[in-house]
């Protein structure tokens, strides 16, 4: 039987960089929620503005944990050869 030379995954990066994100992800759509809770209850625009504005903050967030997760897989590789 042949030996496999394909990648492998790395289990600790990837525990690592998941754990990571579950926790900044937290931080980040709460603050989302929270802001636009927060934004449009300050400029008195409705309930209506409040989940328009969420919704705007929450995909922002979605772009900030993209960016974070590749970031983070740059520094800390799922997969490594041999």
């Known amino acids: 039987m042949a030996a496999s030379t394909g990648s492998r995954t790395n289990w600790p990066n990837v525990v690592t960089v998941l754990s990571a994100a579950i926790l900044i992800a937290a931080e980040v759509f709460g603050a989302a929620f929270a802001g636009g809770w927060a934004l449009a209850n300050l400029f ?39």
């Not at 897989?73 to 997969?79: K, S």
Request: aromatic content about 16%; overall charge neutral.
């Open 44 to 82: 008195e625009l409705g309930e209506t503005a409040v989940y328009v504005l969420q919704a705007i903050f929450f995909v922002l967030g979605m772009f900030v944990m993209v960016a974070f997760v590749r970031a983070a897989m740059r520094v800390e590789p799922f997969t490594s050869r041999g």
